[in-house]
């Protein structure tokens, strides 16, 4: 089947522009999450949808918005980019959320952002 | 609060070598933990999980155990392959009211014929 899949792969965006970027989960998958990877940060955790809903959110600034659709596609959006926005953006699908005792997460191959 | 702390790399080694990736984590609940494989210009792969203690995780040669004693889940192979090259990153979740996965800072493996 197929997976998790992020478009764009890579964009390039000047400092002040707006962002969005897209993840289309697996087939029947219903939790979506974000995650944010810098070399000098990590991996941080952005957001996470189920059925429509943030059930939560990360530390960052208000800039940083996402949504689910229906059909458990998700968007995130970065208004405003700085040039610390630049990193790899990665989405995970999951079948439903982990309190349902399903803990396994699939990731796509991620958006490369490079803000200049 | 709750935390991933791995081994610094890179760890550099030669083909067939045995692999030792350190993970220790703190927790407030009990989690469950993961590893998982980034190849370059990749996402994120999981490479094996264990979700209660003593459970040992494998897949592709690759062998962790959950040490609810020590609170570690150390990465293992026995003979490490060029194609192993890769970071890894050690990673746990508290099920419950959030899918959030706490990563550690990863790991990189460099493997040398």
């Known amino acids: 089947k197929a997976g998790v899949t992020q478009t764009p792969r890579y964009l390039i965006k000047t400092r002040g522009q707006q962002v969005t970027l897209s993840c289309s989960p697996i087939?029947?998958?219903?939790?979506v999450s974000w995650y944010q990877q810098t070399p000098g940060q990590g991996l941080q955790f952005l957001f996470e949808?189920?059925?429509?809903?943030?059930?939560n959110k990360g530390n960052f600034p208000g800039r940083f918005s996402g949504r689910q659709f229906s059909n458990s596609r998700s968007e995130m959006n970065v208004s405003t980019l700085e040039l610390g926005d630049s990193a790899l953006y990665l989405c995970?699908?999951?079948?439903?959320?982990?309190?349902?005792?399903?803990?396994?997460?699939?990731f796509g191959q991620g958006t490369r952002l490079t803000v200049v | 609060g709750n935390s991933v702390t791995q081994m610094e790399g890179p760890v550099t080694l030669s083909e067939e070598a045995f692999l030792t990736i350190n993970c220790t984590y703190t927790?407030?609940?009990?989690?469950?933990l993961f590893w998982y494989v980034q190849y370059p210009g990749e996402g994120l792969q999981l490479l094996l999980k264990?979700?209660?203690?003593?459970d040992k995780g494998s897949n592709k040669g690759f062998e962790a155990t959950y040490r609810k004693e020590t609170t570690s889940f150390h990465l293992e192979k026995g003979s490490v392959q060029v194609s192993d090259s890769a970071v890894y990153f050690c990673?746990?979740?508290?099920?419950?009211?959030?899918?959030?996965?706490?990563f550690g800072t990863g790991t990189r493996l460099q493997v040398f014929p």
């Open positions: 990673a746990l979740i508290l099920l419950g009211s959030t899918d959030k996965l706490i």
């Open positions: 264990a979700t209660k203690a003593d």
């Open positions: 087939s029947g998958h219903r939790s």
């Open positions: 949808y189920f059925s429509e809903t943030q059930r």
């Open positions: 927790a407030t609940g009990y989690p469950s």
């Open positions: 995970a699908s999951r079948k439903a959320p982990t309190g349902t005792g399903d803990t396994e997460a699939f």
